[in-house]
């Protein structure tokens, strides 16, 4: 049978567009993807890249208070949230130009609309036209997720934060997540009064414990006020914004609320049960380790899947897809020791098992750190670096390593070199410093703190 495409990509993010891009390009294949929002997806256009421009925006009064302290003249005014805006989405702008010149470029036909599965082998567009394909690759991300109540209108999630047209005076926060916490210290730092629910005994819950524990803490000296164990109960609207009560019986009025509680798939009315695609609890479809669903003409990459929702591993799983169709190298996404970091303030930056984890697996070894850093120290900041890793006792091998402090994010993909090529404890130690650093504290912890 002929096919139209050799392979249709339904959605225009960090997966899909990899995988199009390297079908059409290096594989020579004939592709077409649709795309109903923005190329680029929730990465680049609201997640990602706009997030981390918001945390250097807001990062720079810190920078102002320092210079003072090193006997600078400095002065810092208000943030002024019209000017960094129109910056902000021309940027967005221009990456989203930019993943369209690479797919046309690659010779991939982009189609602005909506797509959903009719059967096995064809897809429905928005405007009704339908497509044949060989392969079918569904990379349509996902959403945020909000709690049923009644003023679910008034509030925010991820994809409004980014489009408020001033910033509030003040704002709740709801979850204890990656993006609840993110938020909290960017908002904070830019001048907004903040308060954050979560609803459980301590935020980033699936993090190493201290670590949590670390971040919350210099949350709270840096401004945010954070309550957990609290959730809210009631809310209803009323003039200059939201009164809310909590499950603790604190009432406040706030001028937004921005939920953040967590992300699902994608996956409704996408023609999937038309399709017979299997989806399991959450509506993320299900994939085997080549990330090809219960039809094999169709393959899922990124969050529709749920696996590790990170960007660089929805790419991974969108190359290795490549590799096993049309390259006939069977390829399975690499979903181990995937390093991550949360770009709190400060931020935190993981790879591997936490001690909790650890423990449960094998006898281990916890060597850890925590520290004032000279630049901050000098400034009179009150930062706190922390620095632990989970040892293998019996391999020796470094099973985890979890680093609070300002650039964690960028410490952590090097610690991550090391770990994933299998480093002891006793490699680490073998590495001399680089002095005067923070990180030179990673090969100079001598003894543990204790044994588990
Ligand atoms: P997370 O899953 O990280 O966090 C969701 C939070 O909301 C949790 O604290 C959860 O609590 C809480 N929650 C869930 N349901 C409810 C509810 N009904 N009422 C109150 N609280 C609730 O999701 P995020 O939305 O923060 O982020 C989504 C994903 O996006 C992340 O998991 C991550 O994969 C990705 N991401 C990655 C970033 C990065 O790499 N830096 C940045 C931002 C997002 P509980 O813990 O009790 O379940």
Redesign the pocket.
């Known amino acids: 049978m002929a096919f139209d495409f050799d392979l249709f990509v339904i959605g225009g993010g960090s997966g899909g567009v990899r995988a199009a891009r390297l079908a059409a390009g290096e594989a020579g294949a004939k592709v077409g993807l649709a795309e109903e929002y923005r190329l680029g997806g929730t990465c680049v256009i609201r997640?990602?890249v706009p997030?981390k421009l918001m945390v250097f925006a807001s990062g720079y009064p810190r920078l102002v208070e320092d210079a003072q302290a090193y006997g600078w003249e400095a002065q810092i005014g208000s943030f002024d949230w019209n000017t960094f805006k129109p910056k902000l989405h021309a940027e967005l702008d221009r990456l989203e130009g930019l993943y369209g010149n690479t797919l046309n470029n690659a010779g991939v036909e982009v189609f602005d609309a909506r797509a959903t599965l009719e059967d096995a082998h064809t897809v429905r567009l928005g405007d009704g036209r339908t497509f044949t394909a060989k392969h079918i690759l569904v990379a349509v991300g996902?959403w945020?997720?909000v709690?049923e109540f009644d003023v679910a209108d008034e509030i925010l999630t991820?994809n409004e934060i980014f489009h408020l047209e001033k910033l509030p005076k003040n704002i709740l926060i709801?979850?204890?997540?990656?993006?609840?916490c993110?938020f909290a210290c960017i908002l904070n730092g830019m001048g907004v009064e903040v308060t954050q629910y979560?609803?459980?005994e301590q935020?980033l819950?699936?993090f190493d414990g201290e670590a949590r524990g670390h971040v919350a803490e210099l949350m709270r000296e840096g401004g945010v006020n954070l309550h957990v164990g609290t959730?809210?109960l009631e809310m209803k609207k009323v003039d200059g914004g939201l009164w809310v009560k909590s499950a603790d019986g604190k009432e406040g009025v706030y001028e937004k609320v921005m939920y953040?509680?967590?992300?699902r798939p994608n996956t409704a009315n996408l023609g999937l049960d038309k399709a017979g695609v299997k989806t399991g609890r959450n509506g993320e479809i299900i994939v085997d380790e080549y990330s090809q669903t219960s039809v094999p003409s169709i393959y899922a990459v990124g969050?529709v899947t749920d696996r590790?929702?990170?960007t660089p591993v929805a790419i991974r799983e969108g190359a290795a897809f490549v590799e096993t169709v049309f390259h006939g190298r069977p390829t399975k996404p690499d979903h181990e020791l995937v390093a991550?970091?949360?770009?709190t303030q400060p931020e935190l930056g993981c790879v591997g098992l936490t001690e909790e984890q650890a423990r449960e697996q094998e006898p281990i070894e916890v060597y850890a750190t925590s520290f004032r850093p000279m630049q901050s120290l000098f400034a009179g900041r009150p930062d706190r670096v922390m620095m632990k890793l989970i040892v293998s006792q019996e391999t020796r091998k470094v099973l985890g390593v979890h680093i609070v402090s300002e650039g964690a994010g960028e410490l952590i993909q090097m610690a991550a070199i090391a770990v994933k090529m299998g480093a002891t404890k006793e490699d680490f130690d073998r590495t001399v410093a680089v002095h005067p650093t923070m990180s030179e504290e990673l090969v100079t912890m001598k003894a543990p703190v204790r044994s588990a």
């Open positions: 997640g990602c997030k996902g945020p997720y709690p991820s709801v979850g204890g997540g990656f993006i609840a993110e979560y609803r459980g935020i819950r699936g959730d809210v953040a509680t967590g992300r969050d590790i929702n990170l991550s970091a949360v770009f």
